[in-house]
């Protein structure tokens, strides 16, 4: 079993850029159902990377909780079951 979920990030507004507090990731470009394949992301030593499926920036902030976003509507959780 996992010992950890991996954040999922989204920009269905359209921002120029999202700060996000993890380096690993997944990005799923918009809110279902327009979302895109869901792609794992690792930054790795770097402090942002660019979504090769929707272009989106996301950068590292050291500020956010690894569940966390800025601007906030681009944290995005599956509806619970």
Not at 49 to 54: E, G, H, I, K
């Amino acid at each position: 079993m996992a010992d950890h979920v991996v954040p999922h990030f989204q920009n269905s507004s359209g921002h120029d850029s999202v700060a996000i507090g993890a380096r690993e990731f997944m990005c799923i470009g918009a809110n279902p159902p327009f979302d895109h394949p869901h792609v794992f992301l690792d930054m790795g030593s770097e402090n942002e990377v660019v979504c090769p499926y929707c272009s989106t920036l996301y950068k590292f902030d050291t500020t956010l909780r690894a569940t966390e976003s800025s601007p906030s509507d681009c944290t995005w959780a599956p509806a619970a079951a």
